[in-house]
């Protein structure tokens, strides 16, 4: 079948370490991929996507990082703050000509608590 | 500049019924998206609009029904509801463009709750 999934479902960390969330997916076809922040009573909120064609991406305080030879994702996050504490999506979107163009599939999701 | 807008934001009807969603695109984004959450689970895609016609379609049955309108604002319909559709509608805007859809931003989600 076709999944994207996330290896840890809950990951708690202190308040200024590194967190690295963890994502795997099945669909070999798969060309670009999405990491969303979704905070309790709110929609998902777009952190930073990769595309096949490159293996790291930076952003503000997050990195993410696309394997594509063990289907792998990962999310970092740097200094990470109490207000980082949300669930975190990865999806996985797929390329035009396919017949799932424009269709965003999602892990499960990782619970993510930071302690001050 | 107004991001992804959905109405209402929480709604409770009894099982049997229909109830229609609304949702308002980002300024500048063509394409809607729906998708169901359940709780504790990641969005599930149920279909796409793009030029008022629906493109893609997830794995939801014939009573999961929409429109886009010309302004680009779309609705979901559901019929015949059941206890199992109680979620979280999300509706997501982005850009069709090139070989691949852009960013897609996500609104605010109503909360349906079936009874």
């Known amino acids: 079948g076709e999944s994207v999934g996330l290896h840890l479902p809950t990951l708690s960390v202190q308040e200024g370490d590194n967190s690295i969330i963890n994502c795997a997916y099945s669909n070999s076809a798969s060309d670009y991929f999405i990491w969303y922040k979704q905070e309790s009573g709110k929609g998902p909120q777009f952190i930073i996507d990769i595309r096949s064609n490159m293996d790291k991406r930076q952003g503000q305080r997050v990195t993410v990082l696309l394997n594509k030879t063990v289907k792998h994702l990962s999310l970092q996050i740097a200094a990470t703050q109490p207000g980082d504490s949300a669930v975190y999506f990865c999806a996985e979107n797929r390329p035009a000509g396919g017949t799932s163009y424009g269709k965003l599939t999602f892990g499960q999701g990782t619970i993510l608590t930071v302690h001050p | 500049d107004a991001g992804v807008t959905q109405s209402p934001t929480h709604l409770i009807k009894t099982r049997g019924q229909q109830v229609t969603l609304r949702c308002s695109p980002k300024?500048?984004?063509?394409?809607v998206s729906w998708y169901q959450q359940a709780l504790g689970q990641g969005p599930q895609f149920i279909f796409q609009y793009y030029e008022e016609e629906e493109r893609q379609r997830g794995n939801f049955p014939d009573r999961f029904s929409g429109h886009q309108f010309p302004n680009y604002s779309s609705e979901l319909n559901v019929n015949a509801l059941l206890l199992g559709d109680s979620a979280l509608y999300l509706c997501a805007s982005s850009l069709m463009g090139g070989a691949y859809n852009t960013e897609a931003f996500f609104g605010q989600g109503t909360r349906l709750t079936v009874v």
């Open positions: 300024s500048g984004h063509d394409t």
